[in-house]
């Protein structure tokens, strides 16, 4: 007999290659599934991230001052900022520095000097970014006034500030073209309170230029103005004060004052003349 093939077979068979065949049922692959986010979550989501730039924004802000980052940024057009500096004599208080503290306590928060500042006619202080100090010899702080280097023009100012109080702006541009030059810079003054003691100049670095310099100066002014509505104070006016048809009157006459350090210089040329009109 024989042997059976039936083992050979069997291992032949078991030993033979085999290839799968695709199955009928459908194969399962895995994918990453993304849940859409429901209203409320995109809503949270939103909020904080919103939360988070203002966080960002806010980092290098001086704490109490919005307006104001620790590089002496000033943002002149903000609300915040407009409440803060028509609201108060800011000659020897601006945000956290005021009159009587040293160089050192200033250059802790604003770091060191960049340069030398701008007042409406020469050079003067220490320039932190747009915040101008102006030191004594023992280099303690006496005055404070703004260099912007935000780029703000004369109508961008009329439209945040109102009209001014006095436009030594458009005196001075209707004096150029009547042939009477002037030396000084063009000023918006705002003063809306003849008893508080100090007026706000905004001066310009050419006429229908950009702001140069924001200072608080001494002295009142409040010309007669039925107006204007200044930030501070309304207008107020009194007997024997200077008008607006005078300082223009004066100023198209004889032009403008020489150029001077002493901003009060141009009070003095107007008040001269206010004083001739009263023995008229």
Do not use: C, W
Not at 51 to 59: C, F, G, P, V, Y
Not at 92 to 104: D, H, L, S, Y
Not at 236 to 253: D, G, I
């Amino acid at each position: 007999m024989k042997p059976s093939n039936e083992t050979t077979e069997e291992k032949m068979t078991t030993e033979k290659p085999v290839t799968e065949k695709p199955t009928t049922e459908e194969v399962t692959t895995e994918e990453t599934m993304t849940e859409k986010p429901t209203s409320e979550a995109k809503k949270k989501d939103t909020d904080e991230v919103a939360k988070e730039k203002e966080d960002a924004a806010n980092s290098d802000k001086i704490e109490g001052f919005s307006f104001v980052d620790t590089k002496g940024r000033v943002n002149i057009s903000s609300q915040a900022f407009m409440d803060y500096y028509f609201s108060g004599n800011r000659r020897t208080k601006f945000a956290n520095i005021k009159q009587g503290i040293t160089r050192n306590q200033v250059e802790a928060v604003y770091d060191k000097s960049q340069g030398v500042g701008q007042s409406a006619q020469t050079g003067v202080g220490e320039r932190y970014g747009d915040i101008v100090v102006v030191y004594n010899q023992q280099d303690i702080v006496d005055t404070i006034l703004l260099n912007p280097t935000e780029k703000l023009n004369v109508e961008d100012i009329r439209r945040l500030y109102g009209e001014p109080t006095l436009d030594e702006h458009q005196y001075m541009k209707e004096g150029i073209a009547a042939g009477k030059g002037g030396a000084y810079m063009p000023t918006f003054i705002y003063d809306g309170n003849n008893q508080n003691g100090y007026h706000v100049s905004v001066t310009f670095t050419g006429i229908d230029v950009y702001v140069r310099a924001i200072e608080t100066d001494e002295g009142d002014l409040s010309p007669q103005t039925t107006q204007n509505q200044t930030k501070d104070e309304t207008v107020q006016n009194h007997q024997n004060q200077v008008t607006e048809e005078q300082v223009r009157a004066f100023v198209l006459k004889v032009g403008k004052p020489d150029e001077v350090n002493d901003v009060d210089y141009k009070l003095h040329h107007i008040e001269g003349y206010n004083n001739s009109t009263r023995h008229d």
